[in-house]
């Protein structure tokens, strides 16, 4: 019972995520724009989207509630504790890893990005090299997703002042940037935001606040947010570093 | 997209992160779950959910964005021009009017961001009011789209506008009160939700594709990069503005003391 409550709870937060959007749309369809749909695009259609969308946000928040958060939570006291730096480092790059692998916001934008790619003729425009190109661009956010939480584990425990670092990352941005082919600067710049949607932000807080917590003369609302500063800093010097070096060699395996 | 090999993949997407979660749950900490049968129910959950939202995503929210994209930009929509004349950036009106709406709507409505506000105005007992602050995000926002959105229609390179950003931010980190940075940095990654992301992804490969002149694969891309740096910048404005507000108070409550 008190898991349908739940379920009803979430409900009504994803309706109110989907609300704005189609209410700003349906505004300008019929009062700006007011022309009839394109034949292609079917309203019933649409509708059974949008309820996949809002059912399937609803289902995958509250597995999330109930099954990786309380266990994830567990584990980063359990590795703090621990006391063990190395595990712990290991256990958090394993974190941010594995929750940007399955984020679904990366896995549409990193598509949409493989058909933009081969569209443009930087990659072959079959199938398999897009997919391929896909899963790449992911695995390549997803590592530094998980450098980014070791590198934020390791300053708060070495109490390393935070600004200083973030303008190091913009410095190293800008450097790679000049260097990075200019096709795969937009992918660079917005994989940034994409990583830091359903499932890295609460868990990543989570582990940061933990931290910051048990560790002496550190403050959690200080330290603890750190990881998430650079969750978004990291992935752009990743891509740029993909699109210097990795490129050129996954498009000459994938031919 | 059907269900069912979308079932399949996001199968393999979630594996990593199970493996992870029972792998040191298991072989490191040595302990076992607690309750397993809820926990293992979330990962169905988890699996389910992703793949009717990746299903939806491509048959509704794509489709939505783009087709604004075509509309706003048809030629029998915009106002005439003489042939062969080029068409001034202020034609596209209805464009940064619609990427600001939505901007300003979706953050606005963010439950998560109501929770952070709240929080904040708490914590800084009483300079910081959650409203204000969450009004501050969603200028952010929409001010990041819309100028995103202004420089498809330009053609100017995104880096310059992510430069001057970074400028701007790294100038605003050394002036502001130090316990509102997190909170900035925060409210960046917090208004870019699931839902907004690809519907904004969208919108800007559409209109780059649409506009002419304009290349999906030079232009399309950084309206979700802006959208997630200008929230820092008017959060840490806001701070900066209460922050001087509330001195100039103390010191006129001081001289009428006097």
């Known amino acids: 019972m008190e898991i349908v409550v739940s379920l009803v709870r979430q409900l009504r937060d994803s309706l109110r995520d989907l609300a704005p959007v189609v209410l700003v749309m349906a505004f300008f369809q019929l009062l700006v724009i007011r022309q009839p749909l394109p034949p292609a695009l079917d309203i019933a259609d649409l509708l059974l989207g949008l309820f996949c969308v809002v059912a399937g946000l609803t289902l995958f928040i509250k597995g999330l509630a109930l099954g990786l958060f309380p266990v994830g939570e567990n584990l980063a006291h359990a590795f703090v504790s621990k006391g063990s730096l190395g595990w712990l480092l290991l256990f958090a790059f394993a974190l941010g890893f594995g929750s940007t692998v399955a984020e679904p916001a990366l896995i ?131 891509v740029l570093l993909f699109g210097i070096v990795g490129l050129p060699l996954l498009s000459g395996a994938l031919s | 997209m059907s269900l069912m090999p979308t079932l399949w993949r996001t199968l393999v997407d979630i594996l990593p992160i199970v493996a992870i979660i029972f792998g040191s749950q298991y072989l490191i900490i040595r302990k ?39 509309q706003l930009t048809d030629a029998r929509f915009l106002p005439d021009i003489l042939p062969g004349d080029e068409r001034p950036w202020s034609d596209y009106y209805w464009v940064y009017l619609f990427a600001f709406a939505i901007g300003a709507s979706t953050t606005l409505a963010e439950p998560s961001l109501i929770a952070v506000s709240l929080k904040a105005g708490e ?48 100038l605003q980190t050394l002036r502001s009160p130090r316990a509102i940075i997190p909170l900035a940095f925060d409210s960046g990654g917090v208004t870019t939700s699931t839902i907004t992301v690809p519907i904004i992804a969208a919108l800007g490969l559409g209109l780059a594709s649409a506009i002419p002149g304009r290349s999906p694969l030079m232009d399309g891309f950084g309206l979700i990069a802006l959208a997630c740096l200008f929230p820092i910048m008017t959060v840490m404005g806001y701070a900066q503005i209460a922050q001087w507000r509330t001195k100039r108070l103390s010191r006129h409550k001081r001289r009428t003391q006097r």
């Open chain 2, 123 to 170: 914590i800084s007992g009483g300079t910081i009011d959650p409203f204000m602050l969450r009004i501050a995000v969603a200028l952010g926002m929409a001010l990041g789209i819309t100028l995103g959105v202004f420089r498809i229609v330009m053609g100017w390179p995104l880096h310059w506008f992510i430069f001057a950003a970074y400028l701007l931010v790294i």
């Open chain 2, 32 to 70: 076992p779950i607690k309750r397993l049968a809820q926990v293992i129910s979330g990962f169905c959950m988890v699996w389910v959910g992703l793949s009717l939202f990746l299903v939806g995503l491509e048959q509704a929210l794509f489709p939505m964005g783009e087709l604004m994209a075509t």
């Open chain 1, 108 to 238: 549409a934008v990193a598509g949409r990005a493989a058909s933009v790619v081969a569209e443009g003729g930087l990659i072959d425009a079959s199938d398999s090299v897009q997919h391929g190109f896909a899963i790449a661009l992911r695995m390549v956010v997803a590592a530094s997703v998980g450098c980014a939480v070791v590198l934020g584990v390791l300053r708060i425990f070495k109490g390393w002042p935070l600004h200083l670092m973030i303008i190091m990352g913009y410095v190293l941005v800008l450097l790679l940037t000049l260097f990075a082919p200019a096709e795969m600067i937009g992918i660079a710049y917005d994989s940034g935001g994409v990583t830091t949607s359903t499932i890295t932000v609460p868990l990543v807080t989570a582990l940061g606040v933990g931290l910051a917590a048990s560790i002496k003369g550190r403050s959690p609302m200080l330290d603890g947010f750190g990881l998430i500063a650079f969750a978004s800093v990291m992935p752009i010097i990743f």
